[in-house]
């Protein structure tokens, strides 16, 4: 049987096929890289807005106050008398709060009115966790970053965000 002949590959095309194995891997390797980088660099600036933070590290827009009520360990504090909410009350007002939440402009009027159904800072905080436990964000960041949104991502104002603080901070505890 008969083969036929591998013609001999001279230096110059060794180097021609070398370089250009080199500079596949190269520009395959930097294309890898810089959207491994985009996509961090993407998650911390979405973070970033998230939070109301700019490139100065100052809030962009009018922050909520809301001391104690948002932690979601906070009705944990509650004395027995206590008037609370059962955990499925708490999930369903967490998930009503985050149907409401939109990326083109949330329902703030309905969140606001969710937020009036409860009464205390505990309860608040009882749905603070529903809602961590169910989608794994913090409420009340959540609040800050929807609530009076623009369709563009711009905050407008903070007229619903004032109400929901205003609210809040004159809870009772417990």
Known sequence: MNLPKIPKINTNDRII?????????SITTLVIVNRIRKGVIREQILDDIKKGINEEGTATYTEIKYTDAFEKDFYKKAPSTAVLITAAQATDKAKRLYGYFDKAGSDDEAIVEVI??????????????????????????????????????????????????DYVNALPNF
């Open 116 to 165: 009036k159904e409860l009464k205390t800072k505990a309860q608040i905080s009882q749905v603070a966790l529903a809602y961590y436990n169910v989608y794994k964000s913090e409420l009340g960041a959540d609040i800050q970053f929807y609530v009076d949104k623009t369709i563009f991502g711009l905050h407008s104002g903070s007229e619903h965000r004032q109400i929901i603080t």
């Open 17 to 25: 096929v070398w370089g250009s194995i080199v500079l596949i891997v």
